[in-house]
């Protein structure tokens, strides 16, 4: 049976990889891969309440980020509603390609280790929307920007949710953990960077704008407001998950009310016409709920995997054949990219104890870097990716084909820099 359940994985892994050929779009097959893989989990459990259970169990982690992603997601478009992006497009004045790729992808850096790669890379999207017209080029910009996220978010531990987990684990500290991969993760990031820009030349033509988009008395004053209110709602959910030890969802649901709260008070004497037009529900309409989806089916997929330990066999076994634990990490982040970095890091967590290796140990701070950027190799292998895939329509093959390699060179090269860095610093 665990043999089937690998093989249904490996086809609807296969049917999202050729969703335009197949003509059938990638949250249909992801769903029904999560579905499916559970069935045959229940069909050969001896103990459905026991089952139950780990479904349930899972279905709760798998709900926390599903949750997250639509607040995130309703956050941005509430700010978007209100023109409030302008605030950041009106500084940007370069229309030089490679110039705007460089700073949109050092703003996605920083902002991922503060915020987190999903929120940063559903912020970025929006914010190039406004300032690229052409869809090609955009996606290019799309595909550094997950790059750039990964990044971002694997040298702090609020920036990535693997680098989280080790850091709750008691595996890593703050600061160590922050002096000991920031150079790895910017070097990831500037390799790709450095040759993508190459490629680009020209200039961008002006987007064209909507002046009749929102109302230019109230929208001036409500995208201000709005466009904090957004952005410190954003950064206050790691602080809030520090101070409550809440889940991050529970920060985010906090600060989408607290800007529904005051976009309801923005408009409430406005006409009808401009309440209908900056109304929150418009927002909601447009979350992109397929994107949704596609992650619920891919997530009970892959907890599936980790239900009949198909993820701590493969761990074990690489850790038996391979006696080079530089080498063992760097093919879990490899293997992050297929799957999961979440379940490969808790399996590793569980096969590794802290007497074995004790907190700050190489290992984990090599871990933490490679499971946080490995997802960068293909589209589907990070939570940034499979954001930007939904939201900006990317093709697995496209991915693969423009960006993969830019993305494993990064790699390598922030694992080299992070062991040069040992052996001068031993």
């Known amino acids: 049976m665990e043999t089937l359940i690998i093989l249904i994985f490996i086809a609807g892994y296969v049917a999202i990889v050729l969703e335009h050929k197949l003509s059938v779009n990638k949250s249909a097959s992801a769903l029904?891969?999560?579905?499916?893989?559970?069935?045959?989990?229940?069909l050969s459990s001896t103990n459905m309440e026991k089952t139950n259970e780990e479904l349930l169990h899972h279905v709760?982690?798998?709900?926390?980020?599903?949750?997250?992603?639509m607040g995130a997601m309703t956050i941005v478009e509430v700010v978007a509603t209100y023109g409030g992006f302008e605030i950041i497009t009106d500084k940007i004045h370069t229309r030089k390609t490679s110039t705007l790729l460089w700073i949109i992808a050092i703003i996605a850096f920083f902002m991922s280790a503060v915020l987190d790669n999903l929120t940063t890379t559903i912020v970025?999207?929006?914010?190039?929307?406004?300032?690229?017209?052409?869809?090609?080029?955009?996606?290019?910009?799309?595909?550094?920007?997950?790059?750039?996220?990964?990044?971002?978010?694997?040298?702090?531990?609020i920036g990535d949710v693997t680098t989280t987990m080790l850091w709750i684990g008691g595996q890593i500290t703050t600061g160590n953990i922050m002096k000991q991969l920031f150079l790895p993760s910017i070097v990831s990031l500037l390799v790709p960077l450095a040759i993508s820009a190459m490629t680009l030349k020209g200039e961008l033509p002006p987007v064209a704008t909507d002046?009749?988009?929102?109302?230019?008395?109230?929208?001036?004053f409500g995208k201000v407001i709005i466009f904090w209110a957004g952005m410190l709602g954003l950064l206050s959910v790691p602080v809030f998950k520090t101070l409550t030890h809440l889940p991050p969802f529970m920060g985010m649901m906090l600060s989408l009310g607290v800007i529904w709260v005051i976009g309801e008070m923005l408009i409430k004497n406005k006409d009808e016409h401009t309440q209908k037009r900056f109304n929150i529900l418009r927002a909601l309409e447009k979350v992109d709920l397929p994107s949704v989806l596609f992650f619920l089916g891919?997530?009970?997929?892959?907890?599936?995997?980790e239900n009949i330990g198909a993820l701590h066999h493969a761990a074990a076994w690489l850790d038996t054949h391979v006696s080079n634990q530089t080498i063992v990490v760097t093919i879990i982040g490899i293997l992050s990219s297929i799957v999961d970095n979440v379940p490969l890091v808790a399996a590793s967590m569980g096969m590794y104890s802290l007497e074995q290796y004790p907190a700050d140990h190489q290992f984990w701070e090599l871990l933490a870097f490679c499971a946080g950027t490995g997802g960068s190799i293909l589209i589907i292998g990070s939570a940034a990716g499979v954001a930007a895939m939904g939201l900006e329509k990317i093709e697995f093959f496209w991915y693969m084909k423009k960006i993969s390699l830019y993305a494993l060179i990064g790699y390598f090269a922030g694992i080299g820099v992070f062991l040069l860095q040992k052996m001068i610093f031993a």
């Not at 891969?33 to 069935?39: E, I, K, N």
């Not at 709760?60 to 997250?68: E, G, M, T, V």
């Not at 009749?212 to 008395?217: E, G, L, P, R, T």
């Open 211 to 220: 002046k009749n988009s929102h109302d230019s008395a109230s929208a001036h």
């Open 32 to 42: 029904l891969t999560g579905v499916l893989t559970w069935a045959l989990i229940a």
């Open 298 to 305: 891919i997530l009970l997929a892959v907890s599936a995997l």
């Open 124 to 157: 970025i999207i929006a914010l190039l929307r406004k300032l690229i017209a052409d869809s090609k080029t955009r996606l290019l910009f799309a595909g550094i920007v997950v790059i750039a996220a990964n990044a971002g978010g694997a040298w702090t531990p």
């Open 60 to 69: 709760s982690d798998i709900a926390s980020i599903l949750f997250f992603l």
